[in-house]
């Protein structure tokens, strides 16, 4: 096969195991323009752009845990997390347009102390304090190149596919708070799920992050999305349609889906961007081998 040829892309089940030799894709686009510095809705007056980073953060380390086996970290994973912003552009934030997992849990920037809550074994709860190791640093500066940071994006991507044609295919989840500064990324985003493995189409995914507090509408069907307008309308457009183990994930978490539900949240707060994150990536990491 040819670098430019594609693979065969059919709908797809989404039910093809992860193992060493068939891992999976995950890239993050992230939003850093200026309206990142504004506090999240939701929250304790934290900044969206803090939020952001160690939700990001919290995701690789769970998933370098998860990929933990006696043997070492196992590349289960191969990870791309992409900032965009108006000073500094578009930019990976490792070495490599994709990284194995099992290289991005040997080179975090630094670590850092955080608090967590545990439960006490007495029906309460305590503190305790654990290492975060730091990936992705909070930034917020400029304008939303948002097309341009979906576009940097399709050639890695093309590479990725043509070299695992039987992989989980690859999932992009983009979390930004507001509208692109540059042209719509309507056809990239379109280019983008043409893109694909033998076990299903490439999924986009959005997660439209709010500063002011209302109600969040996560995984809309077309009936719910009816009175989107603007950006929101946009986003839902170029958002895929779940595929069923993340249909599952979203309803074991209390969430009533209708047919045609979307990976796509407007308005989100703090609980719901995890959720959102946690939903859009348990799935495919609970597809790994067990061996």
């Known amino acids: 096969m040819s670098a430019a040829a594609s693979p065969a892309v059919s709908q797809g089940t989404y039910h093809a195991e992860i193992s060493r030799q068939n891992p999976a894709c995950l890239i993050f686009l992230i939003d850093q323009s200026g309206s990142m510095e504004e506090p999240i809705a939701g929250g304790t007056g934290e900044k969206k752009k803090q939020v952001v980073a160690d939700a990001i953060n919290r995701l690789l380390y769970n998933t370098v845990l998860r990929c933990s086996k006696e043997d070492g970290v196992r590349p289960y994973f191969d990870i791309g997390v992409w900032s965009y912003d108006g000073t ?3 930019k990976p934030a490792f070495n490599a347009d994709l990284s194995s997992i099992a290289q991005i849990a040997e080179q975090p920037r630094r670590m850092e102390t955080r608090k967590r809550r545990m439960p006490d074994g007495m029906g309460g709860v305590y503190e ?68 694909g493995t033998s076990d299903g189409r490439t999924l986009v995914f959005n997660c439209h992050i709010s500063q002011t507090p209302g109600i969040a509408v996560t995984f809309p069907s077309d009936g719910q999305a009816a009175g989107f307008t603007g950006l929101a309308r946009e986003l839902y457009e170029l958002s895929s349609l779940l595929p069923e183990p993340m249909r599952r994930q979203a309803q074991a978490k209390g969430y009533q889906l209708e047919n045609g539900a979307r990976g796509y949240v407007y308005n989100a707060d703090l609980v719901t961007m995890i959720d959102f994150l946690d939903i859009g990536t348990r799935a495919v990491q609970d597809r790994t081998e067990k061996v």
């Open 88 to 90: 500094g552009g578009v």
């Open 128 to 195: 305790d304090e654990f290492q975060l190791p730091i990936w992705f640093d909070a930034v917020a500066q400029g304008n939303t190149p948002m097309n341009a940071a979906f576009n940097a994006v399709i050639a890695p991507l093309r590479a990725w596919v043509n070299q695992h044609a039987t992989s989980f295919p690859p999932i992009i989840i983009n979390l930004t708070d507001g509208a692109y500064t540059d042209q719509s990324p309507a056809a990239t985003v379109s280019e983008l799920m043409r893109l």
